[in-house]
């Protein structure tokens, strides 16, 4: 039975790069032509013709992890009707194996409401509709959170992708992250918290560890609000980024902090 799981979690795995290839190679040949999105598909791939989003197909295929290869440099091709939460608060939580480049697209416009393919995109990902996360960019010397697509950031840290101690580059193995849309309690201002919890294979049999770090803590006073739900989907960079255990929920309760001594 364990066996039976792990080879429909692969297969799905590389259906969807074969996918995202497919549509790439698409793009090439003159694009995707289709003007309507089908409702009852579940995933929405972009395509790319020289280095710009064109055309997007449907397909009928429900995902909880996707690999990204290299190339994308921060254009979020795969939309899937589960990675949305519902209103403006809550999280989103997923595991990544990178070294650097870790890209998270949230918007508030419905990819399933369009009208047509023209200028979709570009709505989507303007600084009236989507928060950008990057973490680990600039050579993991930084993370920052833009209001649209390769905007200016609104934030930015001295801080990445947890590295290794020993060797200074980052950790070869998947690191679990959440994106924590809330309201503090005190002043009622609204904030977005990314925090990082590494998992160590020496750790495997005794659980995870339990007590996170926190990337950002971004206070935003005009935040881009949701009419009924924030949408969102993944990207790279210059290097492939595996996107893994991908949920999202109402969740707005904060994780244990490790303190840093």
């Given at each position: ?27 090439n040949g003159g694009g995707l032509h289709v003007n309507k999105p089908r409702n009852k598909h579940d ?194 960079w210059d290097t492939g980024v595996s996107y893994k255990k991908i949920k999202a929920s109402g969740s ?10």
């Amino acid at each position: 039975m364990i066996i039976k799981n792990m080879s429909k979690k692969i297969l799905h795995a590389l259906t969807f790069t074969f996918l995202v290839w497919t549509s790439l190679l698409q793009a090439n040949g003159g694009g995707l032509h289709v003007n309507k999105p089908r409702n009852k598909h579940d995933i929405m791939l972009f395509s790319l013709d020289g280095g710009n989003v064109s055309d997007c197909s449907w397909r009928k295929k429900k995902l909880n992890q996707c690999a990204l290869p290299s190339g994308f440099y921060g254009i979020y091709l795969p939309w899937s009707k589960k990675w949305s939460i519902a209103g403006n608060y809550g999280t989103i939580s997923f595991s990544a194996l990178a070294t650097n480049d870790i890209h998270v697209g949230v918007s508030t416009v419905n990819p399933w409401k369009v009208k047509s393919t023209g200028n979709f995109y570009s709505k989507m990902t303007n600084s009236d509709h989507l928060y950008e996360f990057v973490i680990g960019g600039w050579g993991n010397g930084q993370s920052a959170i833009r209001k649209g697509s390769q905007a200016d950031p609104v934030k930015t840290v001295a801080k990445g992708i947890p590295t290794n101690p020993h060797t200074g580059q980052a950790v070869n193995s998947l690191v679990k992250y959440k994106i924590i849309f809330h309201r503090r309690k005190k002043n009622n201002k609204n904030i977005i918290s990314v925090y990082c919890r590494k998992h160590h294979k020496k750790h495997h049999k005794l659980g995870r560890h339990k007590k996170w770090t926190r990337l950002m803590r971004y206070e935003d006073t005009s935040m881009l609000k949701a009419k009924k739900k924030r949408w969102f989907s993944f990207s790279s960079w210059d290097t492939g980024v595996s996107y893994k255990k991908i949920k999202a929920s109402g969740s707005t309760k904060l994780p244990r902090i490790k303190k840093v001594s």
